[in-house]
């Protein structure tokens, strides 16, 4: 197998040990002589993944008594209707930082008009292409929940700061869940895919407050109420078994590391090194507004003005240095690398020497 560094932002670079131990279990899953795609999900085998991914879960993120852990299928995408369908009873407040936080926007909009609600947008940054976080905001005292997305996973910012808010808080942790240690209790929910620090995709997860739910006069349909997958521990149907099978390694493996401390350390290193050489190189430009709002798992940036011919060029030569997923998104252009957690330091270290290399070839 060739060796690449893998910079895609999701699905992404995952931990080769993670992902051995799940070649192991299609094999033959805990002695059963069946594949973990074989075995029923009712088995006490199977049972056992379940009870175990979330206890993890609990472990690792300390997770406070009273919330419940759930893996559901359906994408963050669906985690957009079904918070204004479990939380809205009269009006929802969001913060528009990007194309994901506007989507979810969307669909409180739709559901406030199906419900008689009123969804509001607090703050929005899309003034500048969601090249900052809007400051300054206030939340209404009467809104059922305040909806954000703590990393913009396209845009390269993100919300760090676990801040108290005066009325329930929801966070779309999509793409940078378990990037850093997260004080729960400040959260009465927190969502997102697993395609990028948790496993693969097909399972989502939901941090929930039980005590939260149940408070809206509405009818919930079965599948999109929280209570029903409460009620079941996230078996009240199939679920998506192979992609717990891969998040619970690769949990296994963020445990064995040392946890949440240690993996934000590396995070830190790994995320300055890489802006060193982004602000220090004359051939790009940081895309984000302030240094404060910029992720430490999507890095954005651009080919400074002089250069703007080369973008074509350096996408060539990094792509020839084994450098993958570097193109930004196509609403922003330019580049991005994600480096999640299991994204190693020699990955950065390979993509900063092919941005010197270039600069010293075509400057
Ligand atoms: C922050 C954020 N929210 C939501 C989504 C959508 O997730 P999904 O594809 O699981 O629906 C993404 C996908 O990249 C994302 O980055």
Request: aromatic share 10%.
């Amino acid at each position: 197998m060739k060796t690449v560094h893998n910079f895609n932002a999701g699905p992404c670079v995952l931990p080769k040990e993670a992902i051995n131990a799940a070649i192991e279990a299609l094999k033959d899953f805990s002695g059963t002589g069946m594949s973990v795609i074989e075995v029923s999900h009712r088995s006490k085998e199977w049972q056992a993944v379940m009870d175990e991914t979330e206890a993890l879960w609990k472990e690792i993120l300390n997770i406070p008594d009273g919330y419940k852990v759930l893996f559901l299928g359906g994408g963050a995408s669906t985690e957009f209707l079904m918070v204004p369908m479990n939380f809205m009873e009269k009006k929802a407040a969001y913060l528009k930082t990007g194309v994901w936080a506007k989507k979810a926007f969307k669909e409180a909009e739709g559901l406030a008009k199906v419900f008689g609600a009123e969804a509001v947008c607090v703050a929005s940054s899309e003034d500048k292409t969601f090249n900052y976080i809007p400051k300054g905001w206030t939340v209404p005292a009467d809104a059922d929940y305040f909806h954000i997305t703590t990393n913009n996973t396209i845009y390269g910012t993100e919300i760090r700061e676990d801040f108290d808010c005066n009325v329930p808080l929801i966070a779309d942790m999509s793409s940078d869940i378990m990037s850093r240690p997260v004080d729960v209790s400040k959260y009465t929910m927190i969502y997102g895919g697993a395609q990028k620090n948790v496993g693969p995709a097909g399972v989502t997860f939901a941090i929930v407050k039980e005590s939260a739910l149940g408070k809206v006069s509405h009818y919930i349909p079965t599948m999109l109420n929280y209570q029903t997958h409460v009620d079941g521990s996230s078996m009240f149907n199939t679920p998506p078994v192979f992609p717990i099978m891969v998040m619970n390694y690769t949990l296994k493996w963020l445990k064995k590391l040392g946890g949440l401390k240690v993996m934000e350390q590396m995070n830190i290193e790994k995320s300055n090194m890489l802006y060193d050489e982004i602000d220090r190189n004359c051939m790009f430009v940081g895309t984000v507004a302030n240094k404060e709002d910029r992720s430490r798992m999507n890095h954005c940036w651009v080919m400074a003005d002089k250069y703007k011919d080369k973008e074509a060029d350096f996408l060539e030569f990094a792509k020839s240095k084994g450098m993958v997923g570097i193109k930004g998104h196509r609403s922003v252009g330019g580049f991005r690398a994600s480096l999640y957690n299991a994204c190693p330091k020699e990955s950065v270290e390979a993509l900063i020497a092919c941005m010197q290399e270039f600069e010293k070839n075509n400057k």
